[in-house]
Nanobody, 118 residues
Framework: QVQLQESGGGLVQAGGSLRLSCAAS????????VGWFRQAAGKERVLVAA????????YTDDSVKGRFTISRDDGGNTVALQMSSLKAEDTAVYYC???????????WGQGTQVTVSS
């Protein structure tokens, strides 16, 4: 129903910046919320930021608050995660996910690796 494709991952030094992008396709009209998750090696997958599809309401986890910003291009199908002041602890595979209203996150991208060198 919905397909998600992440891009923009890579290797960056601590203190640097990186911008991830999530392109949504398919039945994007059904999307209620888009989130960015990350999963470090050997750790659980956790939500770091989310945005309402219909407007500007956003959420960022305390671990990234003030450093990461989630946004959606105006009326488009792309959601970005702007990351700054990166730390080694930000190293993880980052996943874009979407959910319908009253549904869990059940649409997932393939993930993109972000590696921050200390």
């Amino acid at each position: 129903q919905v397909q998600l494709q992440e891009s923009g991952g890579g290797l960056v030094q601590a203190g640097g910046s990186l911008r991830l992008s999530c392109a949504a396709s398919g039945r994007t009209f059904d999307i209620y919320e888009v989130g960015w998750f990350r999963q470090a090696a050997g750790k659980e997958r956790v939500l770091v930021a989310a945005i309402a599809w219909s407007g500007g309401a956003t959420y960022t986890d305390d671990s990234v608050k003030g450093r990461f910003t989630i946004s959606r291009d105006d009326g488009g199908n792309t959601v970005a995660l702007q990351m700054s002041s990166l730390k080694a602890e930000d190293t993880a595979v980052y996943y874009c996910a979407a959910r319908r209203r009253t549904n869990p996150y059940d649409y997932w991208g393939q993930g993109t690796q972000v590696t921050v060198s200390s």
